[in-house]
Nanobody
Framework: RLQLVESGGGSVQTGGSLRLSCAAS????????IGWFRQAPGKERQGVAT???????IYADSAKGRFTISRDNAKNTLNLQMNSLKPEDTAMYYC???????????????????WGQGAQVTVSS
């Protein structure tokens, strides 16, 4: 069973950068679709970015041009590089993974099976 452990959250000022990472154990990420989600207080969880097994990505409009999802199969990690951060990016961020067929392109509403514990990102103005 795949387990995900997140790291890299923190506090930054507007315009700053953060990199979130998720270390996977129990299985290899090679056979998984991956994604990043966030949930702000009082709001529903929203998809930020997803990636298929072949590297096809989908980004939320709010993340396009600023965030980059990636995977490192050798290290069995998935990452989210966040640049030009804004106060509205403040949220708990969650990584996710799901075993999927190679032709699957997960959308932002895709139902992922495995989740990280969450990492708080706070952006101050």
């Amino acid at each position: 069973r795949l387990q995900l452990v997140e790291s890299g959250g923190g506090s930054v000022q507007t315009g700053g950068s953060l990199r979130l990472s998720c270390a996977a154990s129990g299985d290899t990420l090679n056979d998984y679709c991956i994604g990043w989600f966030r949930q702000a207080p009082g709001k529903e969880r929203q998809g930020v970015a997803t990636m298929s097994r072949t590297g096809t990505t989908i980004y939320a409009d709010s993340a396009k041009g600023r965030f980059t999802i990636s995977r490192d199969n050798a290290k069995n990690t998935l990452n989210l590089q966040m640049n030009s951060l804004k106060p509205e990016d403040t949220a708990m961020y969650y990584c996710a993974a799901d075993p999927c067929a190679i032709w699957v392109g997960p959308g932002l509403e895709y139902e992922f099976a495995a989740w990280g514990q969450g990492a708080q990102v706070t952006v101050s103005s």
